[in-house]
Nanobody, 121 residues
C-alpha cells in the first residue's frame, strides 16, 4: 500500500557531492519520521540522518557538517544532500519512513529498495 522510491545515487570522486531523493506514495495519512540509512559491504546498516514531522533532525557523527536532510511534506519526499564525500561514505543508501495509512491507527515501517553511492579516491 505504501512504496518508497529512491533516486540520485551514483559514482563520484572524493570531495564531490550527490543528492538523494526518496518519495513515498500510496495510502499515506501521516508520516512521522523519514530517514536515510546506509549499509557498506560487510557492515551493519546504520542510521545516517533522520527528520521528524515536527522538523527536528538527527545525524550520525560521521556525516555531521557534510550531509543535510530535508523534506517536502507536500510531495512526501525526503532529500539527502551529501557534500565533501569520502570513500568511506561508499554504501547502499536506504530510505526509511514511519507512515500511517488511512484507516489505521498506527504507523508502519517502510523501506526503499536502496541506491548505490560509490565514492572513488
Amino acid at each position: 500500500q505504501v512504496q518508497l522510491v529512491e533516486s540520485g545515487g551514483g559514482l563520484v570522486q572524493a570531495g564531490g557531492s550527490l543528492r538523494l531523493s526518496c518519495t513515498a506514495s500510496g495510502s499515506i495519512f501521516n508520516i512521522k519520521i523519514m530517514a536515510w540509512y546506509r549499509q557498506a559491504p560487510g557492515k551493519q546498516r546504520e542510521l545516517v540522518a533522520q527528520t521528524t514531522s515536527g522538523g527536528s533532525t538527527n545525524y550520525a557523527d560521521s556525516v555531521k557538517g557534510r550531509f543535510t536532510i530535508s523534506n517536502d511534506n507536500a510531495k512526501n519526499t525526503v532529500y539527502l544532500q551529501m557534500n565533501s564525500l569520502k570513500p568511506e561514505d561508499t554504501a547502499v543508501y536506504y530510505c526509511n519512513a514511519e507512515i500511517m495509512s488511512y484507516g489505521l491507527g498506527y504507523h508502519n515501517d517502510y523501506w526503499g529498495q536502496g541506491t548505490q553511492v560509490t565514492v572513488s579516491s
